[in-house]
């Protein structure tokens, strides 16, 4: 079976610019969660979706967005970007259920705002 | 509010010795789960192993046992036999039974197995 996929793996924007991130959970999960690594941390949580609705929110600005779609996967928006935004993102996917916390994570996709 | 520490920011171990990766945490929390993940340089977070807050049995998976004191608030990371390829920052997590799975992470400790 096919892990979570990210797209795309790297990136390079300049600040003010918008990025949309996205990511595919593994088959039969319904939960998505993006998490912002930034170098040298642990990664923090922004979003988790489950079955297309927003079910928890990190302490992160406005500027950033997400949704999830029937299929399950996901799109992390960043509108305005700073340079404090360069990070790793990363997205995990779980079945959703309450007795299911295994998150599965994605390999990322690198984000360097100039 | 749930918080992990991690205060070994590195950590040095000879192959096919034993290492334990330190970790606390707190949470007002009464039912949560523990993990420890993998982090090697490609970026990809590894899932290693699980401890539920009210499970009885310490958690083992293969080569990594969760030491679990709960009175202490301490899920430290026992890899044995260690290889090479265990080198890689490890990551303490927490997750807060029920509601949204809102995973809570230290900051890593970064271990270099040497031959």
């Known amino acids: 079976d096919a892990g979570v996929t990210q797209s795309p793996t790297h990136l390079i924007k300049t600040r003010g610019q918008h990025v949309t991130l996205r990511c595919s959970p593994i088959s039969g999960h319904k939960s998505v969660s993006w998490y912002q690594q930034v170098l040298g941390q642990g990664p923090q949580f922004i979003f988790q979706y489950y079955e297309k609705e927003e079910r928890g929110r990190g302490n992160f600005p406005d500027r950033f967005s997400a949704r999830q779609f029937p299929n399950y996967s996901s799109e992390l928006n960043v509108n305005a970007l700073l340079l404090g935004d360069s990070a790793l993102y990363l997205c995990?996917?779980?079945?959703?259920?309450?007795?299911?916390?295994?998150?599965?994570f994605g390999p990322g996709t690198r984000l360097t705002v100039t | 509010a749930q918080k992990i520490t991690q205060t070994q920011p590195g950590m040095f171990v000879q192959e096919k010795e034993a290492v334990t990766l330190d970790c606390t945490y707190d949470?007002?929390?009464?039912?949560?789960?523990l993990f420890w993940y993998k982090q090697p340089s490609s970026g990809e977070m590894i899932f290693l192993i699980y401890q539920g807050s009210y499970d009885q049995q310490n958690a083992t998976e293969g080569r990594y046992s969760l030491n679990f004191q709960k009175a202490r608030k301490s899920a430290n990371l026992v890899i044995s036999a260690s290889q090479l390829g265990d080198s890689a920052m490890y990551f303490c997590a927490m997750i807060r039974s029920g509601g949204y799975q809102k995973v809570t992470f230290g900051i890593g400790t970064k271990l270099q197995v040497i031959p």
């Open positions: 949470t007002s929390d009464p039912s949560y789960g």
């Open positions: 995990a996917s779980s079945r959703g259920t309450d007795h299911s916390y295994e998150q599965y």
